[in-house]
């Protein structure tokens, strides 16, 4: 049983670049979500997919569009990576929208 | 809207005092409030969770939170620290109105440091 996984655990990219982050859970859980930190900043919710074959916008999505691919998995695309995107992400998951959240290890990405 | 404020960045203790670190918060129905703990270089860790019942609520690795409807409080607090306790530690919060609104909100992150 590992949790959420998230793959890649770094990436370095050029502005303009483009780049799928992936996440996986195992917990047969309903809800997924995708969260940035910045430092000073809390986790802020970027987009979240409260069951299979919906999603919606948190607080910051610009810039950002996922897919929930299945139960299972959810990813994170970024079309055109800028400076501001600059950040660790994390995915998590629930068994619903209720209750707790499970973190993955997350994504340390930069953009250059 | 729906807010949490952690009114200390740090926190400092000493190994075997007891320590709390502070959590006010903002919605306009009942709250569901978590606590998450982060390591370094790691992921969240859930602690523990108000949802309704009682106002003390027990977590993981010994830590607790007193929920105060009039003071708009949830404080987390453990009797006796141990250093391998210093972390990040995150408040959050869930508005369940209106209904079909799932954000969780965090605050900002207490930094606790228990020195030996």
């Known amino acids: 049983n590992a949790g959420v996984t998230q793959t890649p655990k770094f990436q370095v990219l050029k502005t303009g670049q483009s780049m799928t982050l992936q996440c996986a859970q195992d917990?047969?859980?309903?809800?997924m979500y995708w969260y940035r930190q910045d430092p000073g900043m809390g986790l802020r919710l970027i987009y979240y997919?409260?069951?299979?074959?919906?999603?919606d916008k948190g607080e910051v999505p610009n810039g950002y569009n996922v897919s929930r691919l299945n139960k299972r998995e959810f990813s994170l695309r970024l079309e055109s990576a800028a400076p501001s995107q600059t950040s660790v992400y994390f995915c998590?998951?629930?068994?619903?929208?209720?209750?707790?959240?499970?973190f993955g290890p997350g994504t340390r990405l930069t953009v250059t | 809207a729906q807010s949490v404020a952690q009114p200390e960045d740090q926190v400092n203790v000493a190994e075997g005092n007891p320590l709390t670190v502070k959590c006010t918060y903002s919605?306009?129905?009942?709250?569901?409030l978590f606590w998450y703990v982060q390591y370094p270089n790691r992921g969240l860790q859930f602690l523990l969770k108000?949802?309704?019942?009682?106002?003390l609520v027990k977590g993981s690795y010994g830590f607790e939170a007193e929920f105060n409807k009039s003071q708009t409080s949830f404080h987390l607090k453990k009797p006796s620290a141990l250093v391998s306790d210093s972390a990040l530690y995150f408040c959050?919060?869930?508005?369940?109105?209106?209904?079909?609104?799932?954000?969780?909100?965090f605050g900002k992150g207490t930094k606790l440091s228990v020195i030996p």
């Open positions: 108000y949802i309704t019942g009682d106002n």
């Open positions: 997919s409260a069951s299979e074959g919906t999603t």
């Open positions: 959050a919060v869930r508005d369940p109105l209106p209904a079909g609104s799932y954000q969780l909100t």
């Open positions: 919605v306009s129905g009942n709250p569901y």
């Open positions: 917990m047969n859980h309903n809800s």
């Open positions: 998590a998951s629930s068994h619903s929208t209720s209750y707790e959240q499970y």
